[in-house]
C-alpha cells in the first residue's frame, strides 16, 4: 500500500501552490486522508484531514483560511490547496490514510493520530522564498 504526493516545490512569499495524493492500490473516497508537515528540527504537524467521502473536513489553527483540502473521486486523487503561504510553511509535506477500517474518520482533528494514521506517503518538499 502506497500513497504518492506530488507538486512541491518553490514559491515566493504569498503566493499559492497544490499539492496533490494518489494512490494506486485502494480507493481514497473510502477512507480519511491527511496533511501533515514536517520542518527541520520539529515535530510532524499534522495541518488538515478529510473524512471519507469529503464529509467533513478539519484544519490546524496555523493553517486555517489559507490551506483548503478535497477531493477529485475521478482521479483518486486528494489535494492540498495552498494559498498565502509563509516562509514558516517551508517543510517536508506528507499526506497520511487511515485504513483501519472502510469509511473511516478524522476523529474530528486534523492531528492524524499515529495509532490510525499508520500509511503515509514518502513526502514532498515545499520551499517559501523569495
Known amino acids: 500500500v502506497q500513497l504518492v504526493e506530488s507538486g512541491g516545490g518553490l514559491v515566493q512569499p504569498g503566493g499559492s501552490l497544490r499539492l496533490s495524493c494518489t494512490a494506486s492500490e485502494f480507493t481514497l473516497d473510502f477512507y480519511a486522508i491527511g496533511w501533515a508537515r514536517q520542518a527541520p528540527g520539529k515535530e510532524r504537524e499534522g495541518l488538515s484531514c478529510s473524512n471519507s467521502r469529503g464529509a467533513g473536513e478539519y484544519y490546524a489553527d496555523s493553517v486555517k483560511g489559507r490551506f483548503t483540502i478535497f477531493r477529485d473521486s475521478d482521479k483518486n486523487t486528494v489535494y492540498l490547496q495552498m494559498d498565502n503561504v509563509e516562509p514558516e510553511d517551508t517543510a517536508v509535506y506528507y499526506c497520511?490514510?487511515?485504513?483501519?477500517?472502510?469509511?473511516?474518520?478524522?476523529?474530528?482533528?486534523?492531528?492524524?493520530?499515529?495509532?490510525?494514521?499508520?500509511?503515509w506517503g514518502q513526502g514532498i518538499q515545499v520551499t517559501v522564498s523569495s
Open positions: 497520511a490514510a487511515n485504513l483501519r477500517y472502510l469509511l473511516s474518520s478524522c476523529s474530528g482533528t486534523a492531528r492524524l493520530d499515529s495509532y490510525d494514521f499508520q500509511t
